[in-house]
């Protein structure tokens, strides 16, 4: 197609022609993947379902490979930022160094010890029984809560190098890396979040 083209226009043009059709398909291409990550968050928002952040940054990381123009840097830089705000409101307030239990050991009953995980209804105590079914109960609640908050950690930390990765690439220059700078400190994330990503932006 080039080599007929060139009989009538000069190969610079062409090649300029192909250039700027390149650029043009990578800022549709990054719009594209901005605005799925945007909706992966908000079904994450709306069913907790990791997938969905898992999702967003496979769209982020994709976007942040393309050629960006100056909105569409700041574009995803929001987007990042939506998905830290998602990840702070999810993730469980655990208390410190509690881990959950294989098995609940059930509590004594008239001075009979009962080995941990044994069937409720070996206990024939009916003050004794409820106690731990209660506590089996509080214990699958616990565990669900700390896998969610060892996912939403994995997730984080490869979200934080991403923005890491991307913040040096496509803020270059010392004004560039101020304007994100700014628009980190006016989002709505709290100040350990806002801290943690300023740290990541190169000075």
Request: glycine share 4%; with cysteine; proline share 6%.
């Amino acid at each position: 197609m080039i080599r007929s083209l060139s009989r009538f226009f000069p190969l610079w043009v062409l090649c300029m022609a192909c250039i700027c059709a390149n650029g043009s398909a990578q800022t549709a291409g990054a719009a594209m993947q901005i605005q799925q990550a945007q909706s992966s968050i908000g079904q994450f928002n709306q069913t907790h379902a990791e997938s969905r952040l898992d999702a967003a940054i496979a769209s982020l990381e994709a976007a942040g490979a393309m050629r960006l123009r100056e909105n569409q840097r700041h574009g995803l830089a929001a987007a990042y930022i939506a998905l830290f705000a998602a990840v702070d409101r999810a993730l469980p307030n655990l208390p410190p160094g509690k881990l959950p239990l294989v098995n609940v050991v059930p509590p004594r009953a008239h001075g009979v010890s009962y080995p941990a995980g044994v069937d409720p209804s070996a206990i024939r105590d009916p003050a004794v029984r409820p106690r731990y079914e209660q506590e089996i109960r509080d214990n699958e609640t616990f565990t669900q809560r700390f896998l969610l908050a060892s996912s939403l950690r994995r997730i984080d930390d490869r979200a934080v190098l991403l923005f890491s990765g991307f913040s040096r690439d496509a803020f270059k220059s010392a004004a560039d890396r101020r304007a994100l700078r700014a628009q980190i400190q006016q989002s709505a994330l709290n100040r350990a979040r806002r801290s943690r990503l300023l740290a990541a932006v190169p000075i």
